[in-house]
């Protein structure tokens, strides 16, 4: 279900739905990452063992310095100061990709993302 600026819906009726579903997903979703499957959300797929894919290119756990969500955008830092980006609004289930790869989503940042990033 994808919540957009068709549907008029407040932000606290959104933070709702989204901790309702996230609470619903959380449990079997990092079932299935601790048994070593690759979960995809939407470009970005994480790997327990082997990393991140963003957008196609496959990033190891040990070449990514930081990941962050900041003003929008899901960042990678990577070794040798490069960096990779993409908008929050092409990730769907966010939270979950942030619990799953231990961003805080009780964070400034990051609980702004959940409440803006509408996309399930």
Do not use: C
């Amino acid at each position: 279900m994808i919540l957009d600026d068709i549907i008029h819906i407040s932000p606290v009726a959104v933070a709702y739905i989204k901790l309702t579903v996230f609470k619903r997903l959380v449990d079997p979703t990092v079932q299935r990452y601790e048994a070593g499957e690759a979960l995809a959300f939407g470009p970005v797929t994480v790997h327990k063992k082997n990393g991140l894919t963003l957008n196609g290119h496959h990033y190891a756990w040990g070449d990514i310095q930081n990941v962050e969500v900041q003003f929008g955008e899901f960042k990678l830092l990577l070794s040798k100061d490069k960096k990779q980006s993409i908008h929050t609004s092409e990730i769907p289930n966010l939270e979950l990709l942030g619990h799953l790869i231990g961003l805080d989503p009780a964070g400034v940042n990051m609980g702004q993302e959940f409440i803006s990033n509408t996309h399930y």
